[in-house]
């Protein structure tokens, strides 16, 4: 059985590399059959191809997608630099 | 009186999907800043058709609008057609040259472009060995080397240096230290230091962490909207007193 690191690694790059996502701050684990996707992203269809790509790259495990979409926020208060 | 207000932000990461939702966060940002400035990776992919989303939600706002682009505008080999359709938007888009702006009676330099990698003083590349990575070095030398010329060159009451990778570690303080040197260089800060500026704005590093300064003392932003959390931030240059309690009593109604 191929070691989990290189399995994790495989998986980051396929995120990184697929067309359909691009996405290079996604963090992977890998616990025995278990796939966890974690990090953030800005939208909701971007997780689900996150979660698509590392399913094809490793369709023998199970892949729990924990990505957080978040919404940028209104700006806040501004810093002044004197 | 209030100098200078900048808003900010990088990492914008538009595409089809998200249409029209960056721009309603934009809302507004005319009576918030004096000019907004974008700190590169602007699309996902760099396709032409993300460079149009990201021009459309640019297109018409009231104050000046000043980008570079980023690593992931450069993915498809698109970058100078990018460029082309921001400018085409009325976005001024800087390539290792600079651009004076008149804000009201103030004149605001801003220099910079992408930039690049290498890492940080003590544990960078150098120009040694492979063909490969003497290249990758002269990339960041020769970028910092030109943003030092238009910094010099620049005639202005203020400058500002706008990048898309980091000139120091310090913004950079939540990611993995082992990928450093893909972040940025501090090639660009000493460059930066050598020349002066009042400010130095940078995205790329989505993990990172927003306030450092550089060895000469230059304030430094990670402005990259997962860093912000928010559609944009607002730095203001030499904002005097009068401006802090007007500002609260505005924010407070
Ligand atoms: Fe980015
Ligand atoms: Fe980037």
């Given at each position: 059985m191929e070691a989990p690191q290189y399995v994790v690694a495989r998986v980051q790059q396929a995120l990184a590399e697929d067309g359909r996502?691009?996405?290079?701050?996604?963090?992977?684990?890998?616990?025995?059959?278990?796939?966890?996707?974690?990090?953030?992203?800005?939208?909701?269809?971007?997780?689900?191809?996150?979660?698509?790509?590392?399913?094809?790259?490793?369709?023998?495990?199970?892949?729990?997608?924990?990505?957080?979409?978040?919404?940028?926020?209104?700006?806040?208060?501004?810093?002044?630099?004197? | 009186m209030i100098d200078l207000r900048i808003a900010a932000v990088g990492d914008i990461h538009l595409g089809e999907d998200v249409r029209g939702q960056y721009r309603r966060k934009l809302e507004g940002i005319e009576d918030r800043a004096d000019v907004f400035m974008l700190a590169g990776d602007l699309t996902r992919h760099g396709t032409l058709e993300e460079g149009r989303v990201?021009?459309?939600?640019?297109?018409?706002?009231?104050?000046?609008?000043?980008?570079?682009?980023?690593?992931?505008?450069?993915?498809?080999?698109?970058?100078?057609e990018i460029a082309a359709e921001l400018r085409d938007a009325g976005v001024i888009v800087l390539d290792d040259d600079g651009v004076v702006i008149q804000c009201g009676d103030?004149?605001?330099?801003?220099?910079?472009?992408?930039?690049f990698g290498g890492g940080y003083a003590g544990k960078c590349a150098s120009e040694f060995g492979e063909r490969e990575i003497k290249n990758f070095v002269s990339h960041t030398r020769y970028i910092a080397e030109a943003w030092k010329v238009a910094l010099k060159e620049i005639v202005a009451d203020h400058r500002v240096v706008l990048s898309h990778y980091s000139p120091i570690k310090e913004t950079l303080e939540g990611e993995p230290p082992e990928i450093y040197p893909f972040l940025g260089s501090y090639l660009l800060a000493e460059a930066v230091d050598t020349a002066g500026a009042d400010l130095i704005l940078h995205g790329h590093a989505h993990k990172g962490s927003e306030k450092g300064m550089t060895p000469g003392g230059i304030r430094v932003r990670n402005v990259a909207l997962p860093v912000l959390g928010r559609a944009?931030?607002?730095?203001?240059?030499?904002?005097?007193?009068?401006?802090?309690?007007?500002?609260?009593?505005?924010?407070?109604g």
């Open positions: 996502t691009h996405e290079l701050g996604i963090r992977v684990d890998i616990r025995g059959d278990q796939l966890f996707l974690r990090g953030q992203v800005s939208g909701a269809e971007q997780r689900e191809r996150l979660g698509q790509v590392a399913h094809e790259t490793a369709p023998e495990l199970h892949v729990h997608n924990e990505i957080k979409v978040v919404d940028a926020g209104a700006p806040g208060e501004d810093e002044h630099l004197d | 990201v021009a459309d939600e640019l297109r018409g706002l009231s104050i000046p609008v000043v980008a570079v682009l980023g690593n992931h505008d450069y993915h498809s080999d698109l970058q100078y103030k004149k605001l330099g801003v220099v910079g472009g992408k930039g944009y931030s607002v730095y203001c240059l030499n904002c005097e007193d009068e401006f802090h309690s007007h500002d609260s009593q505005r924010q407070a």
